[in-house]
T-cell receptor, first 111, second 115 residues
């Protein structure tokens, strides 16, 4: 069965530190890959997406993600976290018009 | 720029009551979606509409109906609410067009409690 796994439920980082959020998927072929962010009380916002081509994808708000086929992963990174990055982050995977979301990783930023 | 507007923002229902969640987008998007979000889970697709006049079931359609009233509006109806439908409901839209497209813009959600 197709699945999307975000291994970390909650991550805490200090402001200015680097960030990496993990996402793994289980699909028979390479799907489309996405990262969304959700601030409290709001809907999701699309950060970036990967369809094909360059495996390092740049997104909004200084985020990037790298697709690694051999690891079935699509991890989200940011070199220096800002307090405003505190939110919940969702990885999503789409294949054959079927899109599934991970359970999310909640990011806390310490001053 | 309103984007995607959902009404109401909060609602409490009794088991067996019915209600309709409203969603409207002002971006002239073709595709619209209804999701539910439950604690510890990602979003799950209830129904989507690839274009005006078409609707299709998603992952969890049971207990729900939808209407794509026109290009702007996509409503979700609970005919007989059950406690298991307590959730946060999100409407989303995307430009769509040819082929599949991911949801791009989300509303702020409707928090629905069923007692």
């Amino acid at each position: 069965a197709q699945s999307v796994t975000q291994p970390d439920i909650h991550i805490t980082v200090s402001e200015g530190a680097s960030l990496e959020l993990r996402c793994n998927y289980s699909y028979g072929a390479t799907p489309y890959l996405f990262w969304y962010v959700q601030s409290p009380g709001q809907g999701l916002q699309l950060l970036l997406k990967y369809f094909s081509g360059d495996t390092l994808v740049q997104g909004i708000k200084g985020f990037e993600a790298e697709f690694k086929r051999s690891q079935s992963s699509f991890n989200l990174r940011k070199p220096s976290v800002h307090w405003s990055d505190a939110a919940e982050y969702f990885c999503a995977v789409a294949y054959n018009n079927d899109m599934r979301f991970g359970a999310g990783t909640r990011l806390t930023v310490k001053p | 720029n309103a984007g995607v507007t959902q009404t109401p923002k909060f609602q409490v229902l009794k088991t067996g009551q019915s209600m309709t969640l409203q969603c409207a987008q002002d971006m002239n998007h073709n595709s619209m979606y209804w999701y539910r979000q439950d604690p510890g889970m990602g979003l799950r697709l209830i129904y989507y509409s690839a274009s005006e006049g078409t609707t299709d079931k998603g992952e969890v359609p049971n207990g729900y109906n939808v209407s794509r009233l026109n290009k702007r509006e996509f409503s979700l109806r609970l005919e007989s609410a059950a406690p298991s439908q307590t959730s946060v409901y999100f409407c989303a839209s995307s430009a769509g067009g040819e082929g599949w497209s991911q949801p791009q813009h989300f509303g702020d959600g409707t928090r629905l409690s069923i007692l």
